[in-house]
């Protein structure tokens, strides 16, 4: 049996992955977690959406995430007559809070208060960095520019200062109703957009948990003022989002893939999640097969020790969501094949600071030097899991949970494979038999296999992993 992948792959869903054919072919060729972008579509949309995804996991005997995606402030700029410009180097151009459609010489902001944000001689970046215009002037109502890099201006393209300094906050009265609806159909995650700081971050998981939710928070950094509040706004959340388009615009595109090695390296050794997003298979909107750059790209995410990456209009509206789907399994199963494991060194600067925790990494280390099969974790809160997955061991790890959530969060966890297992038993031998059996029943393992098994007792308390066993499968048969 090939060893599964152990990066995860998280696809968008939109109008060319929402109907229940296609859903399930995207299911079938590899998606481990769904994304539902709050910017786009209504709430009933995305609650039918994910009410859809379950059923079609349920029926295929998967375990499949949901990530909320928060639209976050709108910074943008407003409509033109005739709906899109072109402009060229050394044109004057003027943003204009009062202009209801645009023309050749101005447009307006949905933005607004960018007219407090910048002064004379900044740089405005449009369009993901595709034009750039210089501030000649500030008014209380206008900002005069220059045209320093050509190009085509559209109907709500994104608008961005050099060097960050926007005041928008993280969270608007559309993502507080966001949230309100992530809760209402269970998302596993909710990801943050432009966070600046640990405060936003702190603010959202309590706007999520007064709605009664318990999805893990993801942090997007797609802003400057992010980087250098990165552990505060790590240690505020269960994991960030490398949002490498927003983040290029506002540090420079040569900044970003020394920035996406930081941050994953450092989410890890925080015991944080990571997501690497944007561009990753842009070509496969248009085209069956993703470029060399892009292969390159997808496999030095995987390479650095990210958890997952993911697809946005790859897969939400273009024109083949499957075999971007199959390209990126293939890449990321190729470059796992290939990660450098240094696992003694590892384990020398990680402190020890729980009971779970230490069994967690002794079993890892145990894994590693036996050479077993695999590593199996009977878990209740998927936090052993976690702190497994930190380490490449090159070992892979079957999470067996009797809670659906925790089922779903674990899909995103690197080099873990969530398995349900309603304990029949309370008596600790009994429930190692029975993972034994579930292990066997699916084919992970085979009789005569070396595993690695930790469990807590007693049987079923969150947190209470206290114990590790080395066992030759089907020994007690």
Not at 372 to 392: C, N, P, Y
């Amino acid at each position: 049996m090939q060893t599964p992948r152990a990066t995860k792959i998280v696809a968008t869903l939109g109008p060319a992955s929402s109907d229940p054919v296609m859903l399930e072919r995207l299911i079938g060729a590899g998606v481990n977690v769904v994304r539902v972008n709050f910017s786009h579509g209504t709430a009933q949309e995305h609650t039918e959406t994910v009410r859809r995804v379950r059923e079609i996991a349920d029926r295929l005997g998967r375990s499949i995430g949901v990530l909320a995606d928060l639209q976050g402030p709108k910074i943008r700029i407003g409509k033109f007559a005739e709906g899109r410009v072109m402009l060229e180097v050394g044109d004057r151009f003027t943003f204009d809070i009062d202009c209801e459609l645009g023309d050749q010489t101005r447009v307006g902001l949905d933005y607004k208060e960018l007219v407090h944000d910048v002064k004379s001689g900044d740089t405005l970046l449009l369009n993901d960095g595709r034009m750039m215009m210089r501030v000649d002037r500030v008014t209380s109502t206008t900002i005069e520019c220059t045209v320093t890099m050509r190009g085509e201006l559209s109907n709500r393209k994104g608008i961005n200062r050099q060097g960050g300094g926007l005041s928008a906050p993280a969270l608007t009265a559309k993502d507080m109703e966001d949230i309100k609806t992530a809760v209402a159909f269970q998302a596993d995650f909710v990801a943050v957009s432009f966070p600046k700081n640990a405060a936003d971050m702190y603010m959202a998981r309590e706007l999520m948990r007064a709605s009664g939710g318990k999805a893990l928070m993801i942090a997007k950094i797609e802003r400057y003022e992010a980087i250098d509040n990165l552990e505060e706004i790590l240690k505020a959340s269960d994991g960030i989002m490398v949002a490498r388009g927003d983040l290029a615009v506002e540090v420079g595109d040569a900044a970003v893939p020394a920035l996406q090695k930081r941050m994953i390296r450092m989410a890890r050794e925080l015991n944080k999640l990571t997501i690497t997003a944007t561009q990753m298979m842009e070509s496969m909107i248009e085209s069956p097969v993703p470029t060399r750059a892009e292969v390159s790209d997808v496999a030095n995410a995987v390479l650095d020790g990210t958890d997952a990456v993911m697809l946005s209009a790859e897969t939400a509206a273009g024109k083949y969501p499957v075999e971007t789907i199959e390209s990126m399994h293939r890449i990321c199963h190729e470059a796992d094949r290939h990660q450098s494991v240094a696992l003694n060194s590892e384990f020398l600067n990680r402190p020890f600071a729980r009971v779970d925790q230490s069994i967690a990494l002794s079993a890892l280390f145990v894994a590693f030097h036996l050479e077993v099969k695999a590593i199996v974790a009977l878990t209740q809160s998927g936090s052993t899991a976690l702190w497994m997955s930190r380490i490449d061991s090159g070992v892979p790890i079957y999470a067996l949970t009797p809670e659906e959530r925790t089922r779903r969060r674990l899909c995103l966890y690197r080099e873990v494979h969530p398995m349900l297992m309603d304990y029949r038993s309370v008596e600790r031998e009994d429930v190692l038999l029975q993972a034994e059996s579930i292990l066997l029943e699916s084919g992970v393992v085979a009789r005569g296999d070396l595993i690695v098994i930790t469990i807590g007792e007693p049987i079923g308390k969150a947190g209470g992993t206290n114990s590790m066993k080395i066992v030759r499968v089907g020994e007690h048969a």
